[in-house]
Structures are given as structure tokens and as C-alpha cells.
Nanobody, 125 residues
């Protein structure tokens, strides 16, 4: 009933920029906190950035000052602007919503811990 779909991943040279998008679809009433995670080959998944429903943000130390998370509540979309990319930023980036409230017939229901399929970001030296 609720899907998250990421886009914007690409191959970019070090120092370049990319903007990732994550659009939620379905009969959505509201989305609580949204997150961007990444997983590099052979490494554990890492929380990159978080934005809550009020717009407050937090970042992993490794991306502070380079990445910016934002959201468009009217269109149920979250973005990740990535600047000054480094080879170590290479990973599959996935968006996550901790709670999505959606219309299910006449009622509101919650979908918890919703994930997108991921988008690949490759940064060449």
C-alpha cells in the first residue's frame, strides 16, 4: 500500500555533486521521520542523514557540511543533496521512513519501517 522509490544515483567524479530523491506513493496521510542510509560493499549499513516531521535534521559525522537532507511534505518526497563527493561515499543509498500513515478504506493505518529499493552512487577518484 505504501512504496518508497529512490532515484538520482549515478557515477560521478570526486568533488562532484548528486541529488538523490525518494518519493513515497500510496494514499498517504503523513510521514514521520525519514532517513537516508547507505551500504558500501563489504561494509555495514550506515545512517547518513535524518529529517523529522518538523524539519529538524541530523547527519553522520562523515558527511556533515557536504550533504543536506530536505523534504517536500506536499509531495511526500525526501531529498539528499550531496556535494564534494569522495570515493568513500560510494554505496547503495536507501531511504527509510519510520512510520507512514495512510488511508486504508475509511480508516488510517500505519506502515512501520518502510524501505526503498536503493540507488547506486559511485564516486570515481
Amino acid at each position: 500500500q505504501v512504496r518508497l522509490v529512490e532515484s538520482g544515483g549515478d557515477l560521478v567524479q570526486a568533488g562532484g555533486s548528486l541529488r538523490l530523491s525518494c518519493a513515497a506513493s500510496g494514499k498517504i496521510f503523513s510521514i514521520n521521520t525519514m532517513n537516508w542510509y547507505r551500504q558500501a560493499p563489504g561494509k555495514q549499513r550506515e545512517l547518513v542523514a535524518t529529517i523529522n516531521s518538523g524539519g529538524s535534521t541530523s547527519y553522520a559525522q562523515s558527511v556533515k557540511g557536504r550533504f543536506t537532507i530536505s523534504r517536500d511534505n506536499a509531495n511526500n518526497t525526501v531529498f539528499l543533496q550531496m556535494n564534494n563527493l569522495k570515493p568513500e561515499d560510494t554505496a547503495v543509498y536507501s531511504c527509510n521512513a519510520d512510520r507512514v500513515t495512510f488511508y486504508s478504506g475509511s480508516y488510517l493505518s500505519n506502515a512501520l519501517d518502510v524501505w526503498g529499493q536503493g540507488t547506486l552512487v559511485t564516486v570515481s577518484p
